[in-house]
């Protein structure tokens, strides 16, 4: 007996927003206390780390801005299609 399926296996969230967003916040709140405990005990290596744990914020920063831009300009170039194809269709 022959029986097929099709169906999409695709499990990839559509954005990546609220990961980014979770990412950001947690590493955020790691950094202030890390830099707050390596302040308060003089430690230069906690504060060396809070700093690099800064610069991987500042990543995913940078991470989230350049893929909220390619979801724009995808938005973008849609509209201008659809706006050419509509008064090319006029003509």
Known sequence: MN?????????APGNYNHAFAI????NT???????????RVNSLALLA???HNL???????????GALL?????L???VVARVFLREKNRV
């Open 23 to 26: 990412g950001i916040v947690l």
């Open 55 to 65: 610069s991987d914020v500042a990543g995913l920063v940078l991470a989230w801005g």
């Open 49 to 51: 780390d809070a700093g």
């Open 3 to 11: 029986h097929d399926h099709h169906h999409s296996h695709d499990h």
């Open 76 to 78: 973008i170039l849609n």
């Open 70 to 74: 390619i979801t724009l300009s995808v």
């Open 29 to 39: 709140v790691f950094v202030a206390i890390e830099a707050f405990y390596g302040w």
